[in-house]
């Protein structure tokens, strides 16, 4: 979406002149285009398809971190979800220790902020929970394995 600002062209002529030779100039774009007609504010409001890939798809390769969706997972959610696969872990394995290797801040985040839901855990599951940090980790990323 483009707009071009005529605001102070005052003439209805010469709006009507502008959406005409826009057009015009158009007529030969491969692309897909839309010209509006200028607003009562003076605003040409125009659209184009995009026709190319951004210069940045060929020159970037997607982020191991996040696949290309520009978002990784919070601390906060990644261990909650971390803490979830634990619990299961743990409930399903005949174990007496789980252990959890995560990135650096959802360790810290499990041993600072959810140390009564892991110690409440060991004690119903009657087992013990190791939580490890690993600053190689990424987020999302994690090592649950149970020791008997």
Do not use: W
Request: aromatic residues 4%; proline residues 3%; hydrophobic residues 35%.
């Amino acid at each position: 979406m483009i707009v071009i600002d005529f605001i102070d062209m005052k003439d209805s002529k010469h709006k009507l002149e502008i959406e005409r030779v826009m057009k015009n100039a158009l007529k030969n774009d491969r692309a897909r285009t839309k010209v509006g007609k200028i607003s009562r504010f003076g605003l040409l409001e125009m659209s184009r398809q995009r026709i190319n890939s951004s210069i940045d798809y060929g020159s970037h390769i997607k982020c191991t971190h996040c696949k290309g969706k520009g978002l990784v997972p919070s601390p906060e959610s990644d261990a909650l979800k971390l803490l979830r696969k634990v619990r299961h872990a743990a409930s399903k394995k005949n174990a007496k220790k789980i252990r959890g290797i995560f990135p650096m801040n959802v360790a810290s985040y499990l041993l600072n902020r959810k140390r009564k839901e892991i110690v409440d855990l060991e004690m119903r599951l009657d087992l013990e929970i190791e939580i490890e940090g690993d600053p190689e980790m990424i987020p999302g990323e994690s090592k649950i394995t149970k020791v008997e």
